[in-house]
């Protein structure tokens, strides 16, 4: 039975994600950003969360752990490189490691850029990737500590991933994001898809992700930038968009 990742609305725009594994039933949650929602979460799955995957250190993306650790004891998984400023790890994980989460494996993939701790989860059972703020959809995260090396290093690592690999991100930045992507790659008809698709979700209050792979590598700007210069030139035209 394959893992499976749904989206937990936080704060303004931020997905917590919640992770269940078929066979043995653990659940687990990524990037728990604020106590309430997140408790609301693991309540409905009758006070159960086995684990939290954190990607890095921000508090939006760790605001939840506390309250979650005090109240359930989950253990908590991180970059073992940022345990002093991400809550306190029972699992202290690296480049390539590998974490078992019942009959499923998650490997640890090193993003560097957002922030220079940053890592994804993938689960090839259920073809799940939990970027962070590392890849959104139409989008990535802003270059606060990497270099755009450091970005385009880490979308190559996800080039192995097959297109139907589910892209479960950080935040609802999609519609924000499309307005940016289309002005720099008006003529690209995947964009213009997706972009109609968002409008239509975001208007009934739907979230945009997740996102297959494969669509974002037809659509998304950044993913889609053949050098790191050229991604360089999106990420700073995209800062001062
Ligand atoms: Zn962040």
Redesign the pocket.
Known sequence: MPVTATSIPMLADNYAWLLIEGLSGKIGMVDPAEPEAAIEAVEIMNGQLDYIFLT?H?H??VGGVAALVETYHPLVVGNAADASRLPKLDIAVTEGDTVEFGAAVARVIATPG??LGHIAYYFADGGILLP??TLFSLGC?RL?EGTAEDMFGAFRKFDALSDETFVCA?HEYTAANAKFALSVDPDNAALQARAAQVAALRAAGKPSLPVRLGEERAANPFLRAATVEAFGRLRAAKDVF
Do not use: L
């Open positions: 890095h921000h939006d993306h957002h922030t962070g703020d995260g606060f950080g």
